[in-house]
């Protein structure tokens, strides 16, 4: 079945204290990417990623890092996390955006940051 | 940047009547626009999608959106509303110059009524 999967669904953590949100794709598609929502805001892009070892940055991209090293994996990393982090992310990928290709959707995380 | 505009943050209509949810972009040029869907606890969900082929575009579950140039619309219809349209809709625009990056709008929460 095709899927993006993201782990963790959910998470409750400190100020400061390093997390890494994973997420990982069986589609072989090239494109990836990381939004926020927020309430009101709709979704935010993070980053995006085009393919293996090239990514940019979205919109919202100040406190998040990310890698690609392989295609199937996108990881969104929150080196300092902070409360204002704290929000529903989604993880999202796609075979060619420049084709109009549809994204999938993961699930979503929803993180707390106290 | 690009920005996308759900005119109704929320809309009710009852079982079997019309749904109207309504969409402004700004841009200067025909852009790729999206509608995407998402039922609660879910991750959004590809609707439809224009890709200049044709102005009237249909998608899945019967809704359908007309893509309007000279009023930067986008809107979504369908002519007979479903209880299990009951969700919150996203309209979707690609950036100008990047087709990586994407603009979501506010969202729209449709509640159907028995």
């Known amino acids: 079945e095709a899927q993006v999967t993201q782990n963790p669904r959910y998470l409750i953590t400190v100020t400061g204290k390093k997390l890494t949100v994973t997420c990982s794709q069986n589609?072989?598609?090239?494109?990836m990417s990381w939004y926020r929502q927020d309430p009101g805001l709709g979704l935010r892009q993070i980053y995006y990623s085009m393919n293996v070892e090239v990514t940019d940055k979205g919109d919202v991209p100040e406190g998040y890092k990310v890698s690609r090293k392989e295609k199937r994996n996108f990881p969104l990393i929150l080196e300092s996390p902070s409360p204002n982090q704290t929000s529903l992310y989604f993880c999202a990928s796609s075979q060619n955006p420049n084709s109009n290709q549809p994204q999938h959707f993961g699930d979503g995380t929803r993180l707390s940051i106290l | 940047a690009q920005s996308v505009t759900q005119l109704d943050s929320h809309v009710s209509v009852s079982e079997g009547t019309p749904v109207l949810l309504r969409c402004n972009y700004s841009?200067?040029?025909?852009?790729?626009l999206f509608w995407y869907v998402q039922h609660p606890n879910k991750g959004l969900q590809l609707l439809l999608k224009y890709t200049s082929a044709a102005t009237l575009v249909k998608g899945i579950n019967g809704f359908e959106a007309e893509f309007k140039k000279s009023e930067t619309s986008f809107h979504l219809t369908k002519p007979s509303a479903h209880m299990s349209d009951a969700a919150e809709y996203f309209c979707v625009v690609s950036a100008l110059y990047n087709f990586n990056k994407f603009y979501f709008g506010s969202g729209t929460k449709l509640n159907v009524k028995p």
């Open positions: 589609m072989n598609h090239e494109y």
């Open positions: 841009s200067s040029y025909s852009p790729s």
